[in-house]
């Protein structure tokens, strides 16, 4: 009785992660380069494709992976003020902007060209364009994709992501030597979820980090217009105007919740003189937190998943990805980053 109740509980998967991430850290002392960050997603993957494949795990790590990276950016706002947001100026805005539109445009063409549904090829765009699963996630109802069609797509967006996580560092080393904003802005400008984000920058420093993660919240903010544009590209189809009348998508935050956070606690760090041990707590807990839940992303990462999709998919997958490597280098140029 205590083994199944024990087996149904958040409890395993969320004891494992916690352990990835405490070895992780351990490891790290020996590979400072790598980074307790990255060491925990590669380990997690490793564990999680091989001795940890069990499903009892899979709501211990979902909870970890989810909730607690979502604290960790909430924490990371009493690290940062306005003024560091300033800093990445009007050029900042204006190539999150055009990057997601050149994403955006370019997935839908791409997936179109490779006869993906109108429906498959949305939610591939809103996911690599804005924040992976959870644009997905917000997108889906907008425009009644199925969930089979949501599935599919949020498999191919972490394969590309997961890809592009551990290649971006390499790249932006070789590009942009010493070059922390431009780094940041490849990095955050391109990988689809958070996790990815602080996992990518990480690899390079600990100031990417934190820029890299402010582009990245400046691309889930255009989260609400891009459900907007979305549903307003859909609402035209006969199915789905029958579907509106029968089931209409239940309200949301205009954001998530923790970028709200986040943008309250650096709105109190920029305005209120916050004791410097607040700051130095809500970082360590926020790493702590980081680390863990990518643990629990990598332990979560099936990679038989992904090759059960078929070279359609992989191929969808490649092409956006150089798409927006390829349109990310040259708007950085462009805005001079």
Not at 65 to 93: A, D, H, P, R, Y
Not at 268 to 285: C, V
Not at 293 to 304: E, N, Q, T, V, Y
Request: proline content about 3%; some cysteine; hydrophobic content about 55%.
């Amino acid at each position: 009785m205590f083994m199944t109740q024990l087996k149904q509980s958040i409890f395993p998967g969320l004891l494992l992660s916690f352990i990835v991430a405490w070895i992780s850290k351990g490891i790290a002392i020996f590979l400072p380069t790598l980074g307790a960050a990255t060491i925990s997603i590669l380990l997690g993957i490793l564990l999680g494709n091989t001795i940890f494949k069990q499903s009892f795990l899979s709501k211990g790590t979902k909870l970890a992976e989810s909730k607690l990276l979502e604290w960790s950016v909430v924490l990371l706002g009493m690290t940062v003020t306005f003024q560091t947001i300033s800093s990445l100026g009007l050029n900042g805005i204006g190539y999150i902007i055009l990057q997601m539109t050149a994403t955006i445009t370019g997935v839908y063409f791409i997936g179109r060209k490779l006869n993906f549904s109108k429906k498959m090829t949305l939610l591939m765009a809103g996911g690599n364009a804005v924040c992976g699963s959870s644009a997905i996630g917000a997108i889906a109802p907008e425009i009644h994709a199925n969930e089979e069609e949501k599935g599919q797509i949020i498999t191919l967006v972490n394969l590309l992501g997961t890809i592009l996580m551990l290649t971006l560092p390499l790249l932006v080393v070789q590009v942009y030597p010493g070059e922390t904003i431009a780094q940041s802005a490849l990095i955050g400008g391109i990988l689809q979820s958070v996790g990815q984000v602080i996992a990518s920058a990480n690899m390079v420093s600990q100031d990417v980090v934190t820029y890299a993660t402010l582009f990245k919240i400046m691309r889930i903010i255009m989260l609400v217009a891009v459900v907007f544009i979305f549903g307003k590209l859909t609402e035209h189809d006969l199915a789905v105007a029958e579907q509106k009348v029968a089931k209409k998508p239940k309200k949301r935050l205009p954001l998530p919740w923790y970028v709200l956070g986040f943008l309250i606690c650096c709105f109190l760090n920029s305005f209120i003189s916050i004791p410097t041990i607040i700051g130095d707590i809500s970082h360590n807990i926020s790493s702590w937190f980081e680390i863990t839940a990518l643990a629990a992303i990598g332990l979560r990462l099936d990679f038989s998943k992904f090759f059960k999709e078929g070279k359609r998919f992989l191929l969808f997958g490649l092409s956006v990805g150089v798409l927006q490597v390829l349109s990310a280098l040259i708007l950085i140029k462009l805005f001079h980053i």
